[in-house]
């Protein structure tokens, strides 16, 4: 608060205290720094480092955030050319890349809760906007999890606030494909979000069960393998509904899934989550098995395969587990920890396509064969 501190002053090789307190990840300091005017895009670094470069560096995803919503650019280079997202993914930050990647501002959704031109009222009901953010910025796109996430919120279960959200959606989605800087992926996420929502719609139209109906049969298994028929179905309609056809994203998108079985690796929900995420399908495999949330370390006390990340979720998956659970501990017993879970020649597969999705991770590629095969053995 004191007009005699210079608050992007710069040290001798350029960083502001800033830049210092987001590469050593202090939340705080960071925080206090930018209400007292921190530029965020400060770019005097000896090597052209960003705030949000080392943000993505330190590994922090709450920073990374607080730099974005502070305004950080994304598309500024380093000396060598690297934006922040890329530096990230080279240090194996692939948390910061996610959201970096996906950063969508508050304001340009909220400018639709104010009328525009000669509208009588807004597009977005402004109760509506946060609740929307929330689905939006969203880095599980399991459509289990958005409509866990509409359900959760109470404005959101009913026709009329869901009809102006996808509309909106689809607005944006339209926006983010003729803007200057045209962003599929961006574009393909919006989509894909009105997708489930119309869903939810249609559902709230049938019955007045508050999508119960809809989760049971999104995470319904078919009797033969207990693989989720439905939501294989729901989410390659989606895509091949993405209105833009000339995308090269869908394209890829197609071109990836149309050859692939129903019940067969990969499935669309991990090639779209790869293409619009960047996540690492095959190096982290501790997934909820009813949401697709990361970090699950609740297994099913029976099989001890089924993975979930909360009781309310096992409770949820439970009428279509229970079919396949007892065939899961009987897999358990003959195998022990050998459960296999996918054939080598098809992780490779899948591994090449996953990389041929998404251009960035190879050339800042931290996707280490080595990794990879380890874990191949390891599922043999
Ligand atoms: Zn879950
Ligand atoms: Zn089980």
């Known amino acids: 608060a004191n007009n005699d501190v210079r608050i992007n ?54 920073i990374t955030s607080m730099m974005l919503d502070a305004g950080a650019e994304r598309d500024i280079v380093n000396s060598v050319g690297r934006t922040a997202a890329q530096m990230a993914a080279f240090v194996g930050q692939h948390d910061c890349v996610t959201v970096i990647n996906n950063f969508f501002s508050l304001k340009r959704l909220e400018y639709y809760t104010r009328p525009q031109g000669l509208e009588r009222e807004p597009k977005l009901p402004p109760n509506l906007a946060r609740p929307l953010y929330k689905i939006i910025m969203t880095t599980n796109l399991n459509p289990v999890k958005i409509v866990l996430l509409v359900k959760e919120n109470p404005v959101l279960v009913d026709v009329a606030a869901l009809e102006k ?70 989410i390659r309609e989606c895509i091949r509904k993405f209105p833009y056809c000339e995308a090269t994203l869908l394209q890829e998108l197609v071109r990836s899934i149309a050859p692939v079985e129903i019940g067969n690796d990969p499935t669309a929900f991990s090639v779209l989550s790869q293409a619009l995420m960047g996540q690492m399908a095959l190096v982290d ?87 990879c095969q380890l874990h191949t053995i390891r599922n043999l």
């Open 165 to 234: 959200c996808y509309q909106v959606m689809d607005l944006l989605c339209k926006q983010c494909v003729t803007q200057q800087d045209m962003n599929e992926v961006l574009a393909m996420k919006m989509h894909y979000i009105s997708c489930v929502l119309r869903k939810c719609v249609s559902f709230l139209q049938k019955r007045d069960d508050t999508l119960e109906a809809l989760v049971k049969n999104l995470l319904k298994g078919r009797d033969s393998d207990g693989f989720p028929q439905y939501q294989e179905k729901f």
């Open 9 to 62: 002053c710069l040290d001798e090789n350029g960083m502001t205290p800033l830049m210092h307190a987001a590469y050593k990840g202090k939340a705080d300091m960071c925080r206090l720094l930018l209400q007292h005017g921190a530029d965020v895009n400060c770019n005097q670094h000896e090597y052209g480092y960003t705030a949000l470069m080392f943000a993505g560096l330190s590994g922090k995803t709450d």
């Open 285 to 371: 495999a501790d997934y909820c098995n009813t949401c697709g949330e990361k970090g699950a370390d609740k297994r099913c006390s029976l099989c001890k395969a089924a993975l979930y990340c909360s009781l309310a979720c096992q409770k949820l998956h439970w009428f279509t587990h229970k079919k396949m659970c007892y065939s899961l501990q009987e897999q358990d017993a003959d195998l022990e920890e050998d459960t296999p879970r996918l054939k080598p020649l098809k992780a490779i597969k899948l591994i090449s396509l996953l990389i041929h999705l998404n251009p960035q991770t190879v050339q800042t590629s931290t996707f280490k064969e080595e990794t």
